[in-house]
């Protein structure tokens, strides 16, 4: 009779053996993730090789058993990506992108919409996990600005990481949100630029990656359209100290 829990077992051994030469290999490398973070780790990103890593982005979903739940991988050197792997883990789709070599779903290149009008688009967004009622306030009228542009509808899977390779396989025009982290944002940024698209912040300047507010966008006609309605706020900054909010 088959051992499932040996076989799990066994899976975990093989994990452990590749993630030990991946980290032998790359022993120079900093690390930044959602968990070491949590536990009191730094978030600060230097000019050094750094991992960026949700192992679980759509913790509620996966709390749920909704069927959107991805593993982020981005790596950065002098601040900039490398390369981003998003696996979609319940759909099994594994998005890949190297800076300079285009941006991959299970082997197959992406690439962003061509639309340019508004009005033909669907945005990607989330209501974010912040209760606090004027946080609420401003998320809604975003949303309900962008929507009444008008557009064809919002979206959201519940992963930053899914929404932004939604942008880069050209299903959404644009993804933006405000609260996430780095650790959401990494991976999918450079596979989002390599499939062709554009990044920055919610108020039309350069992307921050430890800003904690991004704007994913097929082009920069929807990019700069979208950053026109929404109601920005700022967030404590990722690089603010070692303690997280929510
Ligand atoms: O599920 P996580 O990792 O908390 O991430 C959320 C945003 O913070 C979904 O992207
Ligand atoms: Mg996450």
Redesign the pocket.
């Known amino acids: 009779m088959t051992d499932l829990w040996q076989n799990a077992m066994d899976h975990a051994v093989a994990l452990a053996r590749k993630a030990g030469s991946v980290s032998v290999c790359l022993s120079f490398c900093l690390f930044i993730g959602?968990e070491s973070v949590a536990a009191g780790e730094p978030c600060v990103l230097t000019d050094n090789p750094t991992w960026i890593v949700?192992p679980v982005?759509g913790t509620t979903n996966f709390v749920h058993g909704y069927p959107f739940v991805a593993v982020?991988i981005g790596f950065a050197v002098n601040r900039k990506l490398e390369f981003g792997v998003v696996y979609s883990c319940i759909e099994d789709k594994m998005y890949t992108a190297r800076k300079g070599q285009g941006a991959f779903c299970n082997g197959q290149l992406l690439n962003v919409s061509d639309q340019k009008e508004i009005s033909q688009s669907i945005i990607a967004t989330e209501f974010g996990s912040n209760r606090d009622t004027e946080v609420v306030d401003k998320i809604f009228s975003s949303m309900r600005k962008i929507l009444c542009l008008p557009i064809h509808g919002i979206r959201g899977v519940g992963t930053?990481a899914t929404n932004m390779c939604l942008v880069a396989s050209g299903c959404v025009e644009a993804y933006y949100e405000i609260g996430i982290?780095c650790?959401?944002i990494a991976a999918g940024a450079i596979i989002v630029t390599e499939a062709g698209g554009v990044l920055m912040d919610v108020d039309g300047g350069p992307l921050d990656l430890m800003s904690r507010r991004v704007v994913a966008a097929n082009n920069k006609i929807i990019a700069e359209r979208i950053v026109k309605e929404i109601d920005a706020f700022t967030p404590l900054r990722d690089d603010a100290s070692t303690e997280t909010e929510d």
Do not use: P, T
């Open positions: 959602e949700d982005d982020s930053a982290h650790w959401d």
